[in-house]
């Protein structure tokens, strides 16, 4: 079999360009910005909050001190997303000057945090190290949905998650390992021990060389024309970026505020986690209080560092995992059960009374962390409008930190009256909020099919699956440029690559057998069906097609399109050329069906009533039948 002829055919101007896949390394390099950004944010969970403590808080001050953080989130994120959107530079792009300054402003601040010695000068460096954490995140969350096809979201998110991973993982350990370090044991004036020192300048060294790697070595996609039109257009100011956030609320899909229920109490949760986590530990492993200081406290902060360092390295292992349930059995049963884990990992945390052994919940914590900081990502970059990414991921944002501001104004009132000042009741409070959480994602129903996200269904698989490659066959009869017209549907909806393959055969025809394929002859009747079969396409919705003109075996050809990727799909009509009238599926679909290792989608092609089919909008031009139209069936106005 020889492949004569092998085309890409581009969208025609006015369309984008479908994004280009990118290869492991590239991935990698794209991705590592997590690593310094999370790392940042790792010691603000870890390591702000017993620093706080360190220059004169009290525990149930520190809600209120943490407002920086949803403040920020809520209103930083959702200004940076929906400006960064309206961005563009030829030279540095649109997201990558937003996570290149909020990179900065982290570094220079956690190089300065550990020198203050006033509790409101502390309070300061926490609202802008958390403003620049705000600024890189965003946009570099919009960052990958930009870059990469749909086929590659999950991949990309993945990665994402381990770096994020590894980031808290590196800040966290860091935390307990310095400590053991005799030459940093003192203290400095301000009573903040030499540790602590070394580790905000591990920080500030992770968050420079990655991110500034990461954005050197990683270049942002040119939009199309259109959409530079449209940004130069768009109006800039402050007011317009708000009406943007409030136009994007209310087109909000139906499975993001689900997702926000859902929220509420998980963030809840797991800001009183962060704060209170060391104090927890300190009453029932270390017999020690911050009131009271000394060696004992000062362990409990070093190992509260290693529990959160444990619970993200069960994240970087567990995250692979998570994505694959998530595509299987539907992203809110896989969030459910990893919001449950981490509510009986929690409640199990506040009796343990060995240092050792609270290692042990960090295990469902870190699946639970694994799902919360990948899978809802990926639910929302794969249904909201790529040139809305990152309105919507600020927006998403906002579920997050709505109850984290809750909390920092109400839980300081609970932590006295209700929890009797006690940091193991705290974390035991925590545990039963995320077991709500649970219970809330399952009550959430899957959203209609029009809402649902193809890439990671929030029910479970719906209509479609994502294909890396859709391949299908056409003769260039109007019922194989109708098996066409699905496939191409299918392709857009998967963002994947459209090859249409056309086989004919060289050799001179011989007599046919009655109900048999008959094959095309000669390659200029081949590219003269091939023609037939794309030119509507590129006009109408196909983003990227290959063409093949193959000659041999048309159910071989289709095979060897496809290769031995299950990943992949074969569209084919039941009927092809040649076929007797009640032949129900032909020679070639019934060999592709026979022994293909990838999905089969037969079009039904043989009851077509194809003046209807064709002149309804699937094809503007086409052959006229041969025979007189048939009377409308029951179902000719569908």
């Known amino acids: 079999m020889a492949t004569t002829t092998v085309e890409s055919v581009s969208p025609e101007s006015g369309q984008d360009e479908r994004r280009p896949l990118m290869d492991s390394r590239a991935l990698l390099m794209m991705n590592l910005g997590f690593f310094g950004v999370q790392f940042s ?79 409101w000068l502390g309070v300061i460096c926490f609202w802008l190290l958390d403003i620049g954490n705000n600024t890189s995140m965003e946009p570099y969350r919009a960052f990958i949905s930009d870059r990469l096809p749909k086929s590659q979201l999950a991949r990309g998110f993945l990665t994402q998650s381990m770096f994020t991973g590894a980031g808290a993982v590196l800040a966290n350990v860091s935390l307990f390992l310095l400590q053991k370090v005799n030459a940093l044991d003192k203290t400095a004036g301000n009573g903040v021990p030499y540790w602590m020192f070394v580790c905000f300048m591990i920080g500030t060294i992770c968050i420079l060389v990655s991110v500034l790697t990461a954005m050197a070595r990683t270049r942002e996609l040119t939009p199309s024309d259109e959409e530079l039109e449209e940004i130069r257009t768009a109006p800039r100011g402050a007011a317009d970026a708000v009406r943007e956030i409030a136009s994007a609320v209310r087109a909000m899909p139906v499975a993001m505020h689900k997702i926000g229920v859902v929220f509420a109490f ?38 509260s560092g290693l529990e959160n360092g444990a619970y993200n390295f069960v994240t970087m292992i567990s995250a692979l995992f998570l994505v694959i349930a998530a595509q299987r059995i539907g992203a809110k049963r896989v969030h459910a059960i990893s919001l449950a884990l981490a509510a009986g990992s929690l409640i199990w945390l506040a009796h343990i009374g060995n240092q050792y052994v609270a290692l042990l919940p960090m295990i469902g914590m870190g699946i639970f962390w694994a799902s919360a900081v990948g899978v809802p990502y990926l639910m929302v970059a794969s249904m909201v409008p790529a040139k809305r990414t990152g309105v919507y991921m600020g927006i998403l944002n906002m579920m997050i930190v709505v109850p984290m501001l809750v909390q920092t104004v109400t839980f300081g009132w609970i932590f006295n009256h209700w929890l009797d000042g006690k940091g193991s009741n705290a974390i035991l409070l925590a545990g039963v909020l995320l077991g709500i959480g649970a219970i809330a994602m399952l009550w959430v129903n899957p959203p209609a099919e029009a809402d649902e996200s193809p890439i990671m269904p929030l029910g479970g698989k719906r209509s479609i699956t994502v ?22 549907e299918v392709a857009q909806a998967a963002q994947a690559r459209l090859v249409v393959v056309t086989a004919y055969s060289s050799s001179a025809p011989s007599s046919s057998v009655a109900g048999a394929h008959r094959d095309i002859h000669g390659v200029d009747a081949a590219r003269e069906a091939l023609g037939k079969s794309v030119t509507a396409l ?7 097609i290959d063409q093949r003109l193959v000659d041999g ?39 592709v069906v026979r022994r293909a290792i990838c999905d089969v989608l037969v079009v039904q092609t043989s009851a077509l009533d194809e003046d209807r089919v064709f002149t309804a909008g699937a094809r503007p031009a086409r ?16």
């Open 266 to 303: 998980q963030w809840y949760a797991m800001f009183v986690y962060w704060q209170f986590l060391a104090v927890s530990l300190g009453e029932t492993a270390f017999n020690a209080n911050p009131e009271q200081g000394g060696s004992g406290w000062d362990a409990a902060i070093a190992w």
């Open 553 to 591: 075996d048309a159910a071989q050809a289709l095979l060897d399109a496809v290769g031995n990727d299950p990943a992949n799909l074969i569209v084919v009509g039941n009927r092809g050329l040649g076929a007797d009238e009640g032949q129900m599926l032909g020679s070639v679909p019934a060999a």
């Open 467 to 488: 294909y890396d490659r859709v391949v299908v066959g056409s003769d260039g009869t109007p019922t194989s440029l109708y098996a066409v017209d699905r496939a191409a």
């Open 538 to 544: 590129t006009r109408e919705r196909a983003r990227f």
């Open 41 to 119: 944010f790792g010691l603000t969970q870890s390591a702000v909050n017993p620093l706080f403590l360190l220059i004169g808080a009290n525990p149930d001050q520190l809600p209120i001190l943490n407002l920086a953080g949803p403040v920020t989130g809520l209103i930083i994120q959702p200004l940076i997303g929906a400006i960064s959107d309206r961005t563009w530079h030829p030279r540095w792009g649109r997201r990558r000057p937003f996570i290149t300054a909020g990179a900065l402003l982290c570094a220079v601040i956690l190089f300065l945090f550990p020198f203050v010695g006033v509790l």
């Open 623 to 638: 052959p006229e039948p041969d025979t007189a139209e048939p009377p409308p069936g029951p179902d000719a106005d569908r």
